[in-house]
């Protein structure tokens, strides 16, 4: 079965620090891959996505994500972190294309950005 | 605007109840998904459809059925509630390319 696999269920970092959310897939094709963030008591909102084209994708709020098919991730990064970052993001992909476009989520990464 | 609302917000129910969770489309799409968010967990898909009267099972389908009579409304059906379906219920449009998410409905089953 397709997984996604998100390392560390928390991150911390400082603000103004590097930003890097891991997230790994297995798929045997290139898949369509996403980038969620929820803030507390938010709705889930879309971050950025890969479908075609250049593998680095850049997104809102600074984020951007790089797709490397030999090493199947799909790591999002921000150079410098914010305060307002706080929040949980989720990585997701459709597994294959052609799929009726069912996501597969990663179990979460819940960064916290210290002062 | 894409709309997709769901029935409610908050719900209460009681162990054994049967329940119905509504998710409601103005864009005519042909997907439609059902998702439950546990902490640490993430999201799990449940059911999904892509036609009016098509249903495929997800990853977490049991104690779970729905119904699609017509194109723009998706129902998730708890037969007989349990205190371990306490959860929030996300309901998804979209195919490919784009998705659009309800607002969620926060179930919680005593």
């Known amino acids: 079965a397709q997984s996604v696999t998100q390392l560390g269920s928390h991150v911390s970092v400082s603000e103004g620090a590097l930003v890097l959310l891991r997230c790994n897939y297995s798929s045997s094709v290139p898949p369509y891959l996403f980038w969620y963030v929820q803030y507390p008591n938010q709705g889930l909102q879309l971050l950025l996505k890969y479908t075609t084209g250049a593998t680095l994708v850049k997104g809102i709020n600074g984020f951007e994500a790089e797709f490397k098919k030999s090493e199947t991730s799909f790591h999002l990064t921000k150079p410098s972190a914010h305060m307002s970052d706080a929040a949980e993001y989720f990585c997701?992909?459709?597994?294959?294309?052609?799929?009726?476009?069912?996501?597969?989520f990663g179990k979460g990464t819940k960064l916290s950005v210290k002062p | 605007d894409v709309k997709v609302t769901q029935s409610s917000r908050y719900l209460v129910k009681r162990t054994g109840e049967k329940v119905f969770l509504e998710c409601v489309q103005d864009?005519?799409?042909?997907?439609m998904f059902w998702y439950r968010q546990d902490p640490g967990l993430g999201l799990r898909l449940i059911y999904f459809s892509y036609d009016v009267k098509m249903k495929e099972k997800g990853d977490i389908p049991e104690g779970y059925s729905v119904s699609r009579e017509k194109k723009e409304r998706f129902s998730l059906i708890l037969e007989s509630a349990s205190t371990n379906q306490t959860s929030m219920y996300l309901c998804v449009i979209g195919g490919p390319y784009e998705q659009y998410f309800g607002p969620g409905t926060r179930l919680t089953v005593t």
């Open positions: 864009m005519d799409h042909e997907n």
């Open positions: 997701a992909v459709i597994p294959y294309r052609g799929s009726q476009g069912n996501l597969i």
